[in-house]
């Protein structure tokens, strides 16, 4: 994984396939957000740790060492439209979100709105 700033942050995800939690370490790079390491953890924990504090805008990018979902090896990502919540995605053109049951079409964006917490 490369060196992570001062600024990194943790948000969650959720597998779709396996639908269980898990943390992703978000650094900023050039005005937009790396996704840098996915790692197992349980919601509770993450309360803990507070990585639903921050909220951001902007671009997504992935570290050249980014790991993927620690359970599917997923890659990609989708946000919920109704909860949020990032979630795995496998290239299907509809998805039904595993954390609040909403199915929706998928579509690109140029920016996101992500939430986590300090690490």
């Given at each position: 994984m490369s060196k992570l700033s001062e600024k990194a942050f943790a948000i969650m995800g959720m597998c779709d396939e396996h639908r269980k939690p898990f943390g992703i370490t978000v650094d900023p790079r050039g005005?937009?957000?790396?996704?840098?390491?996915?790692?197992?953890?349980?919601?509770?924990?993450?309360?803990?740790?507070?990585?639903d504090k921050t909220h951001v805008h902007g671009a997504v990018i992935y570290d050249s060492d980014f790991n993927g979902c620690p359970y599917c090896g997923a890659k990609g990502f989708?946000?919920?439209?109704?909860?949020?919540?990032?979630?795995?995605?496998?290239?299907?053109?509809?998805v039904t979100c595993p954390n609040c049951g909403i199915s929706s079409g998928v579509r690109a964006a140029e920016s996101v709105d992500l939430s986590g917490g300090g690490m």
């Open positions: 005005g937009g957000y790396a996704f840098c390491w996915a790692f197992k953890i349980s919601d509770a924990q993450a309360k803990r740790e507070g990585y989708y946000i919920c439209a109704k909860c949020g919540k990032v979630i795995c995605y496998q290239g299907q053109e509809m």
